[in-house]
């Protein structure tokens, strides 16, 4: 068994997209030792970090990198993680298939709801329950059509078009094929 660490670039492609994402954090003070915490993690333990993106989005695409004869399972009690298809284990124990059409339908619900924690808004106030009472019969919908009806949602409450993307587009983790690692360039979701 091989395993890797993944870690988060000090630069976030996601505050391009919304200069205020996680500005929340701003005032809260890092620990004194994540800078020798991390270099310990990049020699000791298979630690990976890609320019520009969170830890989310290297596991995001890790996990659905096609391989051959290898299974890969990420570990994590990250809500955002069932928002990608993949093997998930929140508790290390068990492991959880997550099929394209559920994640794509949990990252419409994120899109909705937005993540307080991660400093973006979705719709005001919108939370959990609401976003899946808003999307329940769409769970077995194709991405794009289920993207239609958040669109809808989003104007019916006032909210422009680019704004919906704008949400989209942070809460999206990234998969396979949307980051260029030679580069470090991402490609943003839109269908």
């Known amino acids: 068994m091989i395993y890797v660490v993944a870690l988060t ?11 205020t994402y996680k500005s929340n954090r701003k005032e809260k003070r890092k620990p ?3 800078g020798a915490m991390r270099e310990h993690i990049m020699k000791k333990h298979n ?8 830890a989310d989005d290297v596991m995001g695409i890790m996990a659905t990198e096609p391989t051959v004869d290898e299974e890969r399972i990420l570990i994590s009690i990250d809500k955002d ?6 093997n ?16 794509n339908y949990n990252f ?4 909705i709801m937005g993540d307080k924690t991660d400093g973006y808004d979705g719709i005001e106030g919108v939370g959990i329950k609401t976003a899946e009472k808003l999307l329940l019969k769409y769970t077995n919908c194709k991405l794009s059509d289920i993207w239609k009806i958040v669109k809808g949602i989003y104007k019916e409450k006032g909210y422009t078009q680019k704004e919906a993307l704008q949400q ?6 990234l998969r396979h094929g949307e980051y260029n690692k030679k580069t470090g360039k991402v490609k943003l979701w839109t269908i």
């Open 88 to 103: 998930l284990s929140q508790d290390g124990m068990t492991v959880e298939q997550i099929p394209e059409k559920i994640a």
């Open 47 to 54: 630690g990976v970090m890609w320019a520009n993106l969170e």
């Open 108 to 111: 419409m619900i994120q899109t």
């Open 81 to 86: 993680m069932r928002t990608i298809p993949c």
């Open 168 to 173: 989209a587009r942070v809460a999206h983790i």
């Open 32 to 34: 004194i030792v994540l």
């Open 9 to 19: 670039d000090k630069n976030n492609f996601r505050k391009d997209v919304l200069p």
